[in-house]
């Protein structure tokens, strides 16, 4: 799962932040081939970006958090969406969740097996629903409830995804897929 974090206590000083938002994005957690390094990098990049401009247009933290991980669902690079992880039957089965820091509400889908952005999907289930967590057919009656478009399950799955399933079910162990190596003490050092 990915986490977007914005820190929040930015002061507004008639409508305009006093200071630049910050925003921070984590990718993941784990360790990957060296081939597969720079595209983490460059799509944590383009993530924060993604999530900075909605704040400097006077964007909600909540719509920043959504862009940066939409962003990130949008790249095979990282778990989430279009290269999310298989399961055994070789199908993209995604969760997501987002919470609101002033009274930690939050929405969460689980089991989202036919949409590209599960993240908005969470967000709406924060805003939009008395619940704050749906799953499988729940989570999609939702989201069409709500007017998001379902997908073709084969175009959420990207090469890696499958590459790394076959390698799990012909070697019974899953190939490295974030940045980062586990040490003894379960520490990930980068």
Same mark, same amino acid.
């Given at each position: ?13 008639? %409508? ?11 990718? %993941? ?13 460059? =799509? ?36 989430? %969406? ?24 939050? %929405? ?66 899953? =190939? ?15």
């Amino acid at each position: 799962m990915y986490f977007v974090t914005l820190w929040t206590a930015l002061l507004l000083i008639n %409508g305009h932040f006093a200071m630049e938002p910050v925003i921070i994005v984590h990718g %993941g957690a784990g360790s990957i081939p060296q081939s597969r390094v720079k595209g983490k990098f460059d =799509g944590v990049k383009v993530a924060v970006i993604a999530g900075h401009k909605v704040l400097l247009q006077g964007g909600s933290a909540l719509d920043a958090v959504e862009a940066a991980v939409v962003s990130m669902e949008e790249d095979e690079n990282f778990n989430a %969406g279009y290269g999310s992880v298989l399961n055994l039957r070789g199908e993209v089965a995604m969760e997501a969740s987002i919470m609101r820091g002033e009274d930690l509400n939050s %929405g969460a889908v689980t089991l989202v097996k036919e949409f590209r952005n599960p993240i908005s999907i969470a967000h709406k289930v924060l805003t939009d629903s008395p619940h704050s967590f749906l799953g499988g057919e729940g989570a999609k009656l939702f989201a069409l409830e709500k007017g998001f478009s379902t997908v073709p399950p084969e175009s959420l799955i990207s090469e890696n995804a499958k590459n790394a399933l076959e390698e799990f079910l012909q070697h019974g162990e899953f =190939g490295r897929t974030e940045i980062g190596v586990k040490n003894e003490v379960g520490n990930f050092w980068f």
